[in-house]
């Protein structure tokens, strides 16, 4: 498969470089995460590095950020159908509207959830795009203020979309002024005056934005650091290799630059052209039409040109690559915006959200829990430190302790942005996602149950809903506890910094996974290097010695 590697910390430091300029200004920033296809890990991301809030086109999308638990403002972009008012109500806390008979819907479907659903009028400045056009603005703006279920927070605009009409003193200050004579004539305030989309920041950069308008959607130039925005003259605080797709080259041939026999049309009904340079080295790439578009693959090496794509192969002119790559070779590109969504929705492309600053694997160990527990492991610090974990506060560096908590309670300590493997025979409530929120850096599909032996049907709707990976005792019967957990490493590590595991003692014994298979779930966790923290549940006098065992197989101790 294709593959797209996401760098969260580019995007976050995007994030910050975009809400810190646009702060200089007045201006606040909705991230808008449509491009990355809502990935909640994109928005966390975003959210880190300073947005209010996160813009999203898509229902499905917005749907997938709250099963997330994000529970940050979430403003719906795109028109609201008349016949999803009730589902905008729903998921989003702000639209962008400019139709009053939607409006009016919004207002009665908010009204049966008891809610009041905030809304944004856009105003069309000349785009041609969505909006209210000038004239109609002051007679819609009472009808909506009279509407019981939704309050008028703002107006906004959007420009360079359809009609590619750029920002300027004059659009942005007859925003800023329909803004004022609103406030002045109803005497409403409102909260968001919103400029525009990416397109608006070098205009904004140069100091040309009218104080008025104090907020915009920023999507592009985060995602992308502004590889369409600031086309011409790269902004140089933003990066642009957040996203990085990469291919593998099926075939290496030389082959003849013109094709031999009488041409037609192509797969496409387009009729190509052909520029005869001879002999080339070329190759054959598992990337086509249906994962990517094509026209905008920048490759990464400058040797590889595209020479075009049919639905699954994409063919490289690679004369000019040094050294001459080979079959199983990858080939990297960066895309311009069109071919990002498309990828990002393509279920042919695997989406890989890391993180090119993990911190270091903690060296030292920080044991805490009640004294009674504590007590039935003496010689744990010591073994501990025969593996090289340390106790804490010999190590200057400070953060990289690992806390290794003997009972209930939170795993306190451990960076944002987290993953969970959880090894018990039953759901249990600590450490699931609705104990711990996103907001403190854990979220539902980075976490994993393993081993499961009972779940209630009200734990299982749980799991469902959410969005959870559970295995339980017959899953790991059928594939075996090595591919499980690789699994279970593979999700709880996805975009994010590393995993706390919970291991439950309820998970080992007669009818639940064997004391050699805890040792291999604690092995492959050693291996991974993704330990972020530890819980031991369940620990006695009796069992005692044997979890001693297993938690330092949990460290990497082996035999040899
Ligand atoms: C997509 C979109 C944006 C963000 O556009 P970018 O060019 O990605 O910054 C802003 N506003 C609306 C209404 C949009 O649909």
């Known amino acids: 498969m294709p593959r797209v590697a996401i760098r969260l910390d580019v995007i976050e430091r995007n994030a910050r470089v975009v809400t810190q300029a646009c702060g200089s200004y007045g201006v606040g920033v909705f991230g808008v995460t449509k491009g990355a296809c809502g990935m909640p890990h994109v928005a966390r991301a975003m959210l880190r590095g300073g947005v209010i809030g996160i813009g999203e086109s898509r229902y499905e999308n917005i749907r997938r950020l709250r099963r997330s638990g994000l529970d940050c403002p979430v403003l719906l972009l795109r028109s609201p159908p008349l016949s999803r008012a009730d589902e905008t109500v729903r998921l989003a806390d702000i639209s962008l509207n400019s139709e009053l008979e939607v409006i009016e819907e919004l207002s009665r479907a908010a009204e049966r959830r008891a809610k009041v659903h905030d809304v944004i009028l856009m105003v069309d400045l000349g785009d041609l795009r969505e909006g209210v ?57 409102l909260s968001y005056v919103s400029g525009g989309n990416s397109s608006s920041l070098p205009f904004l950069l140069e100091g040309r934005m009218p104080p008025g308008v104090d907020n915009l959607r920023i999507g592009e130039a985060i995602l992308q650091g502004g590889r369409d925005t600031f086309f011409d003259q790269p902004w140089e605080p933003l990066d642009r290799d957040a996203f990085l797709l990469t291919g593998e080259l099926l075939e290496v041939k030389v082959k003849p630059s013109v094709p031999i026999g009488e041409t037609g049309v192509d797969a496409f009904g387009g009729k190509p052209v052909f520029e005869d340079r001879g002999l080339r080295p070329r190759g054959i790439l598992n990337i086509g039409r249906e994962d990517v578009a094509v026209e905008v693959l920048l490759p990464v090496d400058p040797g590889v040109r595209v020479l075009g794509a049919s639905s699954d192969h994409l063919i490289i002119d690679v004369a000019d690559v040094r050294p001459l790559p080979k079959v199983g070779d990858t080939v990297g590109f960066h895309m311009g915006y069109a071919a990002l969504l498309a990828a990002m929705t393509s279920e042919y492309v695997e989406k890989d959200p890391m993180y090119d600053q993990v911190p270091p694997a903690p060296r030292s160990v920080r044991v805490v829990g009640d004294p009674q527990l504590m007590a039935l492991v003496p010689g744990l610090p010591e073994q501990l430190a025969k593996l090289g974990f340390g106790e804490p506060g010999g190590d200057e560096s400070g953060g990289d302790e690992l806390p290794l908590r ?49 779940a209630g049907p009200e734990e299982s709707a749980f799991i469902k809903e959410n969005g959870l990976a559970a295995y339980t005792i017959v899953d790991i019967d059928i594939r075996g506890i090595r591919e499980v957990m690789r699994e279970a490493v593979r999700t709880a590590k996805a975009g994010t910094r590393g995993f706390v595991v919970v291991y439950d003692a309820s998970v080992t014994g007669a009818d639940g996974i064997s004391a050699r298979e805890t040792h291999q779930a604690m092995e492959l966790i050693a291996a991974s290097g993704g330990m972020l923290g530890l819980q031991v549940i369940g620990l006695n006098s009796a069992n005692a010695a044997q979890i001693t065992a297993f938690i330092l197989s949990g460290f990497g101790r082996t035999i040899l």
């Open 406 to 454: 003997l009972g209930d309670g939170r795993v306190e300590g451990v960076a944002d942005a987290y993953g969970l493997i959880r090894l018990s025979a039953t759901v249990g409530e600590v450490g699931l996602a609705a104990e711990r929120p996103a907001a403190e850096g854990l979220s539902p599909e980075n976490t994993v149950l393993v081993g499961l032996r009972e």
């Open 133 to 189: 056009w000038p004239d109609d603005l002051m007679w819609t703006v009472e009808r909506v203020l009279a509407l019981p279920g939704v309050r008028l927070v703002g107006i906004g605009t959007n420009l360079t979309c359809f009609g590619a009409v750029l920002p300027s003193e004059k659009n942005m200050g007859e925003l800023a002024g329909y803004a004022a004579s609103i406030e002045e004539t109803f005497g409403v305030g």
